[in-house]
């Protein structure tokens, strides 16, 4: 018999248990394929990285701090907002399974159970009625009855709503410092002179003053 390419020669002469051990590795290398996506949308990467990004554009630093920066940032924020939830997958599903204590299936079943309550808790009940209606699924009676099929889409327009809602409070007071800036420049006669060139320090002088990074992490932290 011909070989499938990708496949051993031997997968369909194996032992059961083989067999077995060979999908499992497969399921394992189709999740870590997906892991960018669960991150992205399953956790509060999306809030994070969002106003991140606001605090850079309102302080109109071009490429400062750079995009490594940010993400770097996002992801350790994340990780360390998430740690409970992963903390409960892990001795939940994770551990048990690995002691073969329960199945896959009911591994599965446990590790849903932490990540549903934390996306419920900021998701807004008007975007999770929207997926549940558009999708015709019954209205569920608890969190580990939500189908994560809607869920998911409710969950992440919630975080954009809200870091678009934080990103906003960000920038009013960038916003008035290049309005007062404009105002002078106009005054004297400078048309000609960039606004954003005279503003861009006193809005990095402001963000030091008041220990910006301090405060927007504080905020983010509190958020959740």
Not at 2 to 16: H, L, M
Not at 35 to 51: E, G, K, Q, S
Not at 91 to 110: D, F, R, V, W
């Amino acid at each position: 018999m011909n070989s499938i390419p990708g496949i051993p020669a031997d997968f369909f002469t194996s032992q059961p248990q083989d067999v077995a051990t060979t999908l499992q590795l497969l399921l394992v290398l189709t999740v870590l394929s997906l892991a960018p996506a669960i991150l992205v949308l399953m956790t509060c990467f999306t809030r994070i990285i969002i106003v991140l990004s606001f605090v850079r554009t309102s302080l109109s630093t071009q490429q400062m701090p750079p995009n490594q920066v940010l993400v770097g940032l996002a992801l350790f924020l994340t990780f360390f907002v998430m740690a409970p939830v992963y903390g409960q997958i892990n001795t939940q599903a994770i551990q048990p399974y690995m002691k073969h204590e329960i199945t896959q299936k009911q591994a599965l079943s446990k590790a849903q159970s932490p990540i549903k309550e934390f996306m419920a808790k900021e998701t807004r009940e008007k975007d999770l009625q929207l997926f549940l209606s558009y999708g015709k699924y019954k209205q569920p009676k608890k969190v580990s009855d939500i189908p994560l099929t809607a869920l998911v889409p409710a969950f992440t327009i919630s975080e954009l709503k809200t870091a678009f809602q934080m990103g906003f409070m960000i920038f009013i007071p960038f916003l008035v410092i290049d309005m007062v800036v404009a105002s002078i420049l106009m005054a004297m006669g400078m048309m000609m002179l960039p606004p954003v060139m005279i503003s861009l320090p006193f809005k990095i002088l402001l963000f030091i003053m008041v220990d910006g990074w301090y405060l927007i992490v504080e905020s983010l932290l509190k958020s959740f």
